[in-house]
């Protein structure tokens, strides 16, 4: 069997939260509905990261009670070490990322037929400018982003952050070299994918935020966000 007719023969869903109690109690029952619907093995990795609310003893109970479900506790509150370490832990042929917030039955199930031809899967929020119900300055953010990462990274592709896809083998391994953390990690993940020379194949998604996102929050994150840029740059050069 040629790489390019590779069929997926289970997959782990990695969700990663931070005090998301509220959502997730929501979400979750979906989440693993989807699962079950495509008719493969699969797992469900809650990759919990510092939550001071609830939100630990919820993933717990929903392991208890789901064979399919399991918890990864991470003492920091930390989405890019949440997604870092969910990859190495993952147990299945594929890897699913949706934030608990942000996914999409359809997604999954298009993203496991693309794996057959692709190393990576990437829900774009870009591809249809029609489906992206987000505040305007919202996709302008996310617009520009994308264009300094084009100008500045050679990025070839139209969204670094959200749902995706990926083969375990060789990301896995793409995934552990990252030296960035919080929001840039998947930015960092994507470029290595793209550099490593893996297929790499973006699928349109719709967007609505559940949650609404404090501009105040994204102004916080800034020096952050520089921080991990140079890091980044650093590590790629």
Same mark, same amino acid.
């Given at each position: 069997?040629?790489?390019?007719?590779?069929?997926?023969?289970?997959?782990s869903?990695?969700?990663?939260?931070?005090n998301?109690a509220?959502?997730l109690s929501?979400?979750?029952?979906?989440? $693993?509905?989807?699962?079950?619907?495509?008719?493969? =093995?699969?797992?469900?990795?809650?990759?919990?990261?510092?939550? @001071?609310?609830?939100?630990?003893?919820?993933?717990? @109970?929903?392991?208890?009670?789901?064979p399919?479900?399991?918890?990864?506790?991470l003492?920091? +509150?930390?989405?890019?070490?949440?997604?870092?370490?969910?990859?190495?832990?993952?147990?299945?042929?594929?890897?699913?990322?949706?934030?608990?917030?942000?996914?999409?039955?359809?997604?999954?199930?298009?993203? $496991?037929?693309?794996?057959?031809?692709?190393?990576?899967?990437?829900?774009?929020?870009?591809?249809?400018?029609?489906?992206?119900?987000? =505040?305007?300055?919202?996709?302008?953010?996310?617009?520009?982003?994308?264009?300094?990462?084009?100008?500045f990274?050679?990025?070839?592709? @139209?969204?670094?952050h959200g749902?995706?896809?990926?083969?375990?083998?060789?990301?896995?391994?793409?995934?552990?070299?990252?030296?960035?953390?919080?929001?840039?990690?998947?930015?960092?993940?994507?470029?290595?994918?793209?550099r +490593?020379?893996?297929?790499?194949?973006e699928? =349109?998604? =719709?967007?609505?935020?559940?949650?609404?996102?404090?501009?105040?929050?994204?102004?916080?994150?800034?020096?952050?966000?520089?921080?991990?840029?140079?890091?980044?740059?650093? +590590?790629?050069?």
């Open positions: 069997m040629t790489p390019t007719q590779q069929t997926i023969g289970s997959f869903v990695l969700v990663p939260v931070y998301d509220p959502v929501k979400q979750l029952p979906g989440i $693993l509905e989807a699962a079950e619907g495509q008719g493969l =093995p699969f797992e469900v990795l809650i990759a919990e990261n510092g939550s @001071t609310d609830a939100t630990g003893p919820m993933a717990e @109970t929903f392991a208890q009670n789901h399919a479900v399991r918890t990864l506790r003492p920091e +509150a930390n989405y890019g070490r949440a997604l870092q370490g969910g990859i190495a832990a993952c147990r299945r042929e594929a890897v699913v990322i949706f934030n608990i917030d942000f996914w999409s039955p359809e997604f999954l199930g298009e993203a $496991l037929k693309a794996l057959r031809e692709a190393d990576l899967v990437i829900g774009s929020k870009t591809l249809r400018t029609d489906w992206d119900r987000r =505040p305007i300055l919202r996709r302008w953010i996310t617009r520009s982003f994308n264009g300094f990462l084009r100008l990274f050679g990025f070839q592709g @139209t969204d670094t749902m995706k896809a990926f083969l375990r083998e060789p990301v896995s391994t793409l995934a552990a070299a990252c030296v960035t953390d919080h929001f840039i990690f998947d930015t960092e993940l994507v470029l290595r994918i793209q +490593a020379g893996l297929r790499i194949r699928i =349109p998604v =719709p967007i609505r935020e559940i949650r609404q996102i404090g501009y105040r929050n994204l102004i916080r994150r800034m020096p952050e966000v520089f921080r991990n840029l140079v890091r980044m740059q650093r +590590a790629l050069s």
